[in-house]
């Protein structure tokens, strides 16, 4: 994690108003002795689990009443700070120890933040043999009825790996398995002669896709010829791409099935990739980019074939948009539970839906499992200035946008030159261009870092940042006028005609106001302007209520 995305994080810690199963602050400002902090480790772990959490949190350096930040020195040495997780790891059950252990030197003083993995399903975390939990915010033994609820844990099935019964290697497409023989030996470029002399029953064994040369769900899914789809009932492999003008009106479509290692070529062939224009900041010739990184397609195409939900008998599917964006869309809920935590961890994900599935894509290099390749979907994005990536988690789906365009040439360009902003930042500022709505956590990062002012809801970017990109105009526009400038208009409307009703007064103020505010926000500050300036006495209504008449109230 970035320096800012820690300090986010620990802002959002901070901010909860007392500690949680799941996170303990200590002042420790000197030192902090080793087997208490092996105790909170099993609690905060075993907690975790149970609270299906992706991590637990220990920091030192905060108070606790008020979380206040207080400094400590615990373990000042890197060295000596990072030979806990072994010292952890010596204690722990199945040798688990931290995620990370991070350092994050503030104004205040220096906090130490110990990320916590959760205890792994059906296995309760033990420190020197003894089980830990919380009781609130207290260290206690782990009573039975957790102990039980971890243990007794389902494990999970692996849906992919299962084998179909009555399928044959003869239910296989021969020439999707001599493309998989293809990418194997890219894969494994090392052994690729080797590779050459295996019969095919040998290789798709090797490759990880059969097992002792029984045929698999994850093999009639990529290798399957189209007629053995119903090995996987209620479970269908099909793909549809659907294309659709500026008005969401069907162009065309075509539905895809398996073999999908070689439906997911032609259903790239069916994506009109086409050469998006525009001038670089500083250079009188066009830039010429690609609308569609070819790499994004492939890493959202092969995710959603991984992570589909096949139980559910749904169909992948990618939507092309005349106005410049592609949406791929599959059925199963989000296994990490945020994009957000995706791009933080940077890794691998703890575990998969059809994980027999994807460890044979990577043998077939289709995927890689580093758990990067969200995250460089978001860098491609970024370094064509386009906008960031939209996901959509709701309704037990998993919907991907790509943008294909620059939305804002100027707004973006400079936000994605600006050498200080994190990817996670540049996330949050794409948002506000988006007009999406922010997090409490969101806005109180980006205020902290001066790169927007306003208020809920209606935020808009700083001073600082629209001078840095060029948007100086626009900030204004955003920002408006201050009380004053209102009322000196109105009274000067009312000095030269005498008096002015409503209708005056909007035509006078609407196009004067923050471009942020709706028809009917704008009406409402209007609204409490007038009812400032007759409570103040300065003027009054000789006309009806429903037909005002404002004059000066000479009185």
């Known amino acids: 994690m970035t320096r800012a995305e820690l300090t986010l994080k620990l802002t959002e810690l901070r901010s909860l108003p007392a500690e949680t199963e799941v996170v303990e602050f200590k002042e420790a400002k000197n030192n902090f002795d080793i087997n208490k902090l092996g105790k909170y480790f099993s609690a905060l772990s075993n907690e975790a689990n149970l609270k299906n959490k992706e ?8 108070e606790n009443s008020h979380h206040a930040i207080v400094g400590s020195n615990f373990r000042s040495n890197r060295p000596d700070l990072d030979s806990l997780k072994g010292e952890v790891a010596n204690k722990t059950t199945n040798g688990i120890t931290f995620k990370e252990i991070y350092e994050l030197i503030l104004p205040e003083g220096r906090v130490v933040m110990f ?13 020197e043999g003894q089980y830990y939990a919380r009781n609130g915010e207290e260290l206690a033994a782990l009573n039975i009825e957790k102990f039980e609820r971890i243990r007794n844990q389902p494990t999970q099935v692996d849906w992919s790996a299962r084998i179909c019964e009555d399928a044959t290697i003869g239910d296989l497409d021969s020439n999707a398995i001599l493309k998989a023989r293809e990418n194997f030996k890219v894969k494994n470029a090392r052994i690729a002669p080797e590779v050459d002399t295996w019969n095919d029953v040998v290789f798709l064994n090797r490759a990880k896709i059969t097992i002792n040369g ?6 009639i899914i990529l290798l399957g010829k189209p007629e053995s789809e119903h090995f996987i009932s209620p479970g269908i492999t099909q793909i549809t791409w659907v294309l659709k003008d500026k008005n969401n009106v069907d162009k065309d479509y075509e539905h895809f099935t398996c073999p999908l290692i070689l439906a997911v070529d032609k259903v790239f062939a069916k994506i009109r990739n086409l050469k998006y224009r525009y001038i670089k900041d500083g250079s009188l010739f066009p830039e010429e980019v690609d609308q569609y990184d070819p790499y994004s397609i492939k890493e959202a195409l092969s995710n ?6 096949y139980t559910l008998g749904g169909r992948i599917s990618i939507t092309e948009n005349d106005d410049g964006y592609l949406i791929f869309a599959n059925c199963g809920n989000f296994l990490p539970g945020s994009i957000e935590n995706v791009i933080n961890n940077d890794g691998p994900p703890a575990y998969y839906r059809n994980k027999f599935l994807a460890d044979a894509m990577v043998a077939l290099n289709m995927i890689d499992t580093i758990g990067s390749g969200i995250r460089r979907m978001f860098d491609l994005q970024r370094a064509k200035f386009f906008p960031m990536p939209d996901f959509d988690l709701t309704g037990g789906m998993v919907k991907a946008t790509l943008t294909g365009k620059v939305l804002d040439p100027e707004y973006a360009l400079a936000l994605a030159k600006n050498p200080t902003l994190s990817l996670m930042d540049i996330i949050m500022l794409d948002k506000l261009q988006k007009k999406k709505e922010l997090t409490d956590e969101e806005i109180s990062h980006l205020k902290e870092l001066k790169l927007i002012e306003g208020r809920k809801p209606r935020f808009y970017i700083s001073a600082k940042v629209a001078q840095t990109i060029g948007q100086k105009a626009e900030y204004t526009k955003h920002r408006a006028f201050n009380k004053q400038y209102y009322f000196d208009l109105i009274g000067k409307c009312i000095e030269e005609h005498g008096s002015i009703t ?14 942020l505010y709706t028809k009917k926000q704008g009406k409402e500050k209007i609204n409490n302007l007038i009812s400032e300036l007759r409570k103040s006495g300065k003027i009054k209504n000789e006309g009806s209520l429903r037909k005002p008449k404002w004059v000066f109230n000479k009185d």
């Open 55 to 62: 991590e637990a949190w220990f920091i030192f350096g905060i």
């Open 115 to 127: 990320q916590i993995p959760p205890a792994p399903r059906g296995l309760p975390i033990a420190w």
């Open 214 to 219: 029984q045929i698999t769900r994850a093999a």
């Open 304 to 309: 959603c074939i991984a992570h589909q939900d």
């Open 502 to 515: 409503r209708q005056d007064i909007d035509k006078l103020l609407l196009d004067k106001l923050s471009d």
